[in-house]
Antibody, heavy 123, light 110 residues
Framework: QVHLVESGGGVVQPGGSLRLSCAASGFTLSNNAMHWVRQAPGKGLEWVAFIRYDGSNMFFADSVKGRFTISRDNSKNTLYLQMNSLRPDDTALYYC????????????????WGQGTLVTVSS | QSALSQPASVSGSPGQSITISCTGTSSDVGAYASVSWYQQHPGKAPKLLIYDVSNRPSGISYRFSGSKSGNTASLTISGLQAEDEADYYCNSYTTSATLLFGGGTKLTVL
């Protein structure tokens, strides 16, 4: 049974940094492509970032490119999203999602989702 | 990149069928057979309904079906039930190697 648990959200000032974690269980992270997707309060879904199963390729939405990085620790079966230079419009619930195509690059889909962790960027 | 275009709201009575459209361009919906659909109930995480235009994951009711013609994808829900009331989102891979969501459609079951 796939289970994803995000953590690391909180309140941060504009310009600050935050690292989100996504602990995976029920499958091996290193064999699967993964995504981060966010949802601003009362708004729709926005794809944020992708990492290929082998970590060889990463892709980002234009809105976060150059500020966010995605990584994984296979020994901990955990996915990360490092967020720097945060802005108020980064305020959102951040979900990690497992791609339904393990070898997606990144033309896949979001097969399993966590419950999300809330990031609030405010002074 | 602008979101894919979905109607803000649709409604239908129990037992009826409804269709939600998702309009993009030749750089996203029209370019690949990589369209997916998600259902989201209030306060819950999204749930995958359809992937690769028309494939249903295991456990998803046959009442949900997907199709695509040109730059427009569609989700049809037949035999509407009260529990289908939710927000629905489409998603497509793009020629920029990104993934793009639609703005979302609120389905009301009358």
């Amino acid at each position: 049974q796939v289970h994803l648990v995000e953590s690391g959200g909180g309140v941060v000032q504009p310009g600050g940094s935050l690292r989100l974690s996504c602990a995976a269980s029920g499958f091996t992270l290193s064999n699967n492509a993964m995504h981060w997707v966010r949802q601003a309060p009362g708004k729709g879904l926005e794809w944020v970032a992708f990492i290929r199963y082998d970590g060889s390729n990463m892709f980002f939405a234009d809105s976060v490119k150059g500020r966010f990085t995605i990584s994984r620790d296979n020994s901990k079966n955990t996915l990360y999203l490092q967020m720097n230079s945060l802005r108020p419009d980064d305020t959102a619930l951040y979900y990690c999602a497992k791609d339904g195509n393990p070898y997606s690059n990144p033309a896949g889909y979001f097969e399993s989702w966590g419950q999300g962790t809330l990031v609030t960027v405010s002074s | 990149q602008s979101a894919l275009s979905q109607p803000a709201s649709v409604s239908g009575s129990p037992g009826q069928s409804i269709t939600i459209s998702c309009t993009g361009t030749s750089s996203d919906v029209g370019a690949y057979a990589s369209v997916s659909w998600y259902q989201q109930h209030p306060g819950k995480a999204p749930k995958l309904l359809i992937y690769d235009v028309s494939n249903r994951p295991s456990g998803i009711s046959y009442r949900f079906s997907g199709s695509k013609s040109g730059n427009t994808a569609s989700l049809t829900i037949s035999g509407l039930q009260a529990e289908d009331e939710a927000d629905y989102y489409c998603n497509s891979y793009t020629t920029s190697a990104t993934l793009l969501f639609g703005g979302g459609t609120k389905l009301t079951v009358l």
